[in-house]
């Protein structure tokens, strides 16, 4: 399985962060001795906790909701953060990068979906948040991209144009704020049920987890 979609997403040079959220130990070093070197978890302590248990070369993304107060616990090692949502979370970010001596690289989480309840900016409050004095004084982060999540729901139809306004937020953040930025260049969209649109949008890295461990419970 991961080895098709791996080669699927190679062809189209996506990268793959396999969400191993509530997997044990056991599966997730399946996965890593097939290759796999960049894992997603949702939650601080988790991360924290299958980070030292596993081997010192994976990649560890956060991939859910961040609170400030847990920053701190996961500015050693995190290799990127998706889900950056506020100024107060990223300086926190930047302060704890710093006493890590650090730059940690940060994905801006931008609210694309039809529902109440999914974290992000909107693209003014984006827009907001990048031309404060303020985030311009920041040292220790460095903003890399823009993540969303797609509303929930079978209708492809809308899948396809949260992804696409998705890439829009993108290309327009990108000319105006990261023009002459090598560094600005992810696109974190695409989920296990929803991510071969998300390709087709323009995505450059995909979150899937039920698709290569099996369903959550
Ligand atoms: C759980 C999760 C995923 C992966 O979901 P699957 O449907 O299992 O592929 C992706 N992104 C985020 C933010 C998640 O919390």
């Given at each position: 399985m991961i080895k098709e979609i791996l080669k699927e997403l190679d062809i189209k040079h996506v990268k793959l962060v396999a969400v191993s959220k509530t997997k044990p130990i056991a599966q997730i070093l399946e996965l890593y001795q097939v290759g796999q070197r960049v894992f997603g978890e949702n939650k601080v302590q988790e991360l924290v906790e299958?980070?030292?248990?596993?081997p010192k070369d994976i990649e560890w993304h956060m991939i859910g909701h961040l609170q400030k107060n847990k920053v701190k616990f996961i500015a050693p090692f995190v290799s990127l953060i998706h889900s950056v949502d506020s100024f107060e979370l990223i300086a926190e970010i930047d302060k704890y990068?710093?006493?890590n001596n650090r730059i940690i690289d940060c994905l801006l989480q931008f609210y694309i979906a039809q529902e109440d309840t999914k974290f992000g900016l909107?693209?003014?409050?984006?827009?907001?948040?990048?031309?404060?004095?303020?985030?311009?004084?920041l040292e220790n982060i460095r903003i890399v991209g823009v993540m969303g999540m797609a509303t929930f729901t079978d209708n492809k139809t809308q899948v396809k144009a949260e992804?696409?306004?998705?890439?829009?937020?993108?290309?327009?953040?990108?000319?105006?704020?990261?023009?002459?930025?090598?560094?600005?260049?992810?696109?974190?969209?695409?989920?296990?049920?929803?991510?071969?649109?998300?390709?087709?949008?323009?995505?450059?890295?995909?979150?899937?987890?039920?698709?290569l461990f099996g369903k959550r419970f």
């Open positions: 299958k980070a030292e248990l596993m990068a710093a006493k909107s693209l003014q409050e984006g827009q907001e948040l990048l031309n404060s004095k303020q985030f311009t004084q992804f696409n306004q998705l890439k829009h937020i993108f290309d327009e953040i990108k000319s105006t704020y990261f023009k002459n930025e090598d560094c600005f260049i992810e696109i974190s969209m695409g989920m296990s049920d929803d991510y071969k649109i998300a390709v087709e949008a323009g995505s450059t890295m995909v979150r899937i987890g039920s698709l």
